[in-house]
């Protein structure tokens, strides 16, 4: 069903220079240029409704959502401990101080705001958040476009741009993620922009190498990296990748990178290497120097200061104070991977998150929240994923080949989720980078100028199916969730399940009369 060209003739993603047939020589202008334009002011507007509760006010303080705030302010005044109900039951109490494990990043994208608005303190987290969404979404766009190459007939790009921003932005993760802006979430939605807006940057240095292209790229590693250390470890790994394979160019071998990454001959490779390794060097440093600050290790997450574990010894056993253990990898793959990511319940709006993990071995899981999976909740991308995958597995392009380092170093980076404690639906979003870079080669692999009505509709489908499913996940989660949902949200959403229950018949227990 999906298929590309082997002829540079008619490929969608060929590369600059590749000839077309005569009778494609010619562009054709775009029928419907306002389609996808509409498309994403769409996403964007249910976004923005989701992460105001349906209220409209993006300056509005949440439940554990003054994190950064807080240490933006303790950064500005030369520590990095912040106020006790700044941080809550996440503290990290050490030397009777109160820190957080979350990375620096956030906090100083606030700085200008906290000094410029000084009375908007604690504040910013939803504008934050709906400002993350809205760059990853335009790095989602840059990235399609840029694997798709210079063959943009648009009166077929138009389609399959629209169905994957809709994929990426509602029928994944992301609306999901949007839904609630306390700082979890906050800081797994900047680690993943900052990772596709990498991913994008990198594509553009492979392409055409600058150094301050190279500069772009590594600051951006830099930011996903102090956001989460998950989607920006993957980050960190591609650029010691890069910082290799330039390096190996200075020693003479010229074209190295060139046949397996797509990656452009560079005339004095030596000062690219310089700057590749200054950044490296310059983001583990800081990494470790904020690490020793707060604890005085160069661990980030000692959990014997954990203040949760701390009150639960028996938490504090079963994980044997470590956050990574390799043996968890069997049953988090299953669980991630694998059929289980939905049940079904009695209430609007019907279609919840999963609460039965599957466990393989001796996995030492401390907790289990509500989950998915990657085929139940994101179909669309799944499918043109694992399409993906085939293509960057034979490489038939330049801009396909490109795409290899941003997409194997981030699924690798992220994939530290498998070896966690944890099992929860958060943390599907820290392989979102790696999921729309492959999804996006998928959708490029689609003979889209000879589509069939079948291609057309699967696609369809399952875009709607996933839109579906994580507007359920995302709506429940943030006005039925265990904690810190404003009373009044939460009596309003139940009010409405019973409305919805009499209209349809059904009695207090979900059953119809």
């Known amino acids: 069903m999906l298929a590309v060209n082997e002829t540079p003739a008619v490929d969608l993603c060929c590369s600059n220079g590749e000839p077309l047939r005569v009778d494609e020589q010619r562009p054709i202008r775009s029928r419907r240029p306002w389609g996808f334009g509409l498309t994403f002011a769409a996403v964007l507007l249910i976004c923005g409704w989701f992460i105001t509760w349906g209220d409209g006010k993006f300056i509005e303080h949440d439940a554990l959502a003054s994190f950064y705030d807080a240490q933006a302010l303790s950064i500005m005044t030369g520590h990095l401990d912040v106020p006790r109900e700044?941080?809550?039951?996440?503290?990290?109490?050490?030397?009777?101080?109160?820190?957080?494990?979350?990375?620096?990043?956030?906090?100083?994208?606030?700085?200008?705001?906290l000094i410029a608005f000084p009375d908007l303190d604690g504040l910013w987290s939803r504008s934050m958040m709906m400002i993350a969404c809205l760059l990853a979404l335009i790095a989602v766009d840059r990235i399609l476009r840029k694997i798709r190459g210079p063959d943009q007939r648009s009166g077929h790009a138009q389609l399959p741009r629209s169905l994957f921003i809709l994929s990426a932005a509602l029928g994944s993760t992301n609306l999901f993620i949007i839904s609630r802006s306390y700082v979890f979430h906050e800081a797994i939605m900047w680690s993943s922009t900052f990772a596709l807006l990498f991913a994008w940057a990198l594509l553009r240095y492979l392409e055409t190498p600058s150094r301050w292209l190279l500069a772009l790229t590594g600051g951006l590693a830099f930011m996903s990296f102090h956001s989460r250390a998950t989607a920006g470890a993957g980050a960190l790994l591609a650029m010691c990748v890069l910082a290799i394979v330039l390096i190996w160019r200075t020693t003479g071998r010229r074209e190295a990178g060139k046949a397996l990454l797509g990656f452009q001959p560079i005339a004095k490779p030596g000062s690219h290497a310089g700057i590749a390794v200054l950044i490296l060097m310059a983001t583990l440093g800081v990494y470790l120097g904020v690490n020793y600050a707060k604890f005085g290790t160069l661990g980030s997450m000692p959990l014997r200061y954990y203040d949760l574990y701390v009150q639960a010894p028996s938490r504090m056993k079963t994980t044997g104070a470590e956050q990574i253990h390799p043996e968890n990898i069997p049953t988090i793959l299953a669980t991630y991977f694998g059929p289980r990511g939905l049940e079904f319940q009695d209430h609007f709006p019907w279609l919840g998150l999963a609460r039965k993990a599957t466990m393989i071995g001796s996995a030492r899981i401390d907790v289990v929240e509500g989950f998915s999976s990657f085929p139940v909740s994101m179909p669309a991308l799944t499918m043109l994923a694992l399409a993906g995958c085939l293509f960057l597995f034979r490489g038939s392009t330049d801009p396909i080949r490109r795409a290899r380092l941003p997409a194997a170093a981030l699924f690798a980076g992220g994939g530290v989720v498998f070896m966690t404690v944890g099992i929860t639906e958060r943390y599907l979003h820290d392989l979102y980078p790696a999921l729309i870079i492959c999804a996006a080669v998928g959708i490029c692999a689609i003979d889209w100028v000879n589509f069939s009505r079948v291609k057309v509709g699967l696609v369809f489908v399952l875009t709607i199916f996933g839109i579906a499913l994580n507007s359920s996940f995302a709506l429940t989660n943030q006005r039925a969730g265990s904690w810190g949902v404003p009373a009044q949200k939460q009596a309003e959403f139940i009010h409405f399940q019973q409305s919805v229950d009499r209209f349809l018949h059904r009695d207090a227990t979900g059953h119809v009369r």
Do not use: S, T, V
């Open 86 to 113: 700044a941080i809550g039951f996440e503290a990290y109490m050490f030397n009777g101080k109160a820190y957080g494990y979350f990375g620096i990043a956030p906090a100083l994208l606030r700085i200008p705001l």
